[in-house]
């Protein structure tokens, strides 16, 4: 069973590559994002809840988005192992996985970051923002806010993940498919 954290910024590539991560190494690919925002759309409480955090480009509180990422995990007892995108994203949510895993004898192989320049993903999000409907991609100050949280709140997980000897960075500039390659060497030595 390998279980992996794809890590990065917002805008990085974290959901384009899970879709072909998932199908290569047989891994139920689990982002946060997205479960939050199809609860959105179906107006569910747990929706509710997250929508004035997401909109703005705040995080949602660890209790909700732990207690979350733990039920999905629970609907898969078949699983092969995880992808898991967009989570953990504070120190806090990392421990929480950590101490979840344990519990059922399993842990984190290796958490695989997608390296890329502010300035390159902001223009990709506020690109996509013409289309994909989300309001986080909108306007430029929200989207500037993610990155706020990114480094005061994600981007101290890499020294957690470094100190834990499973933290590996990856050139996420490139082709889709230059990315899934480069991602993909890393993979392959946890086969
Ligand atoms: P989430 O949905 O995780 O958003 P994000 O991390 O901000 O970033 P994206 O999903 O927008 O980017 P991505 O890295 O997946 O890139 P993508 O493949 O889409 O989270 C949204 C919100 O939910 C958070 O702000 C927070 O409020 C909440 N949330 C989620 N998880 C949480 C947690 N754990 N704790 C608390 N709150 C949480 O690609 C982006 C664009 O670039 C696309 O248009 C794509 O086509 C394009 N692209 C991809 N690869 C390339 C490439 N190689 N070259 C050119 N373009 C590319
Ligand atoms: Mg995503």
């Excluded at 997980?157 to 060497?185: C, N, P, W």
């Amino acid at each position: 069973m390998i279980n992996i954290v794809l890590f990065g910024k917002p805008g990085a590539g974290k959901g384009t590559q899970a879709d072909f991560l998932k199908h290569k190494y047989n891994l139920v690919h689990l982002s946060t994002g997205d479960i939050f925002r199809f609860n959105m759309k179906n107006d569910t409480e747990l929706g509710k809840l997250a929508k004035s955090y997401i909109d703005n480009g705040d995080l949602v509180p660890d209790e909700v988005t732990i207690n979350m990422l733990q039920d999905e995990v629970e609907k898969n007892p078949q699983a092969k192992g995880f992808l898991f995108d967009g989570f953990p994203r504070t120190i806090a949510q990392a421990e929480a996985l950590d101490k979840f895993l344990a519990g059922k004898n399993q842990e984190i192989t290796a958490t695989v970051a997608l390296e890329a320049n502010d300035e390159i993903l902001v223009q990709r999000l506020l690109e996509r923002g013409k289309t994909s409907g989300r309001a986080d991609d909108q306007d430029e100050e929200k989207i500037r806010n993610r990155y706020q949280e990114y480094n005061e709140k994600t981007a101290p997980l890499m020294d957690y993940y470094k100190a834990q000897h499973k933290f590996y960075a990856v050139d996420g500039i490139g082709t889709i498919e230059e990315v899934t390659e480069r991602l993909s060497l890393v993979l392959d030595t946890f086969q």
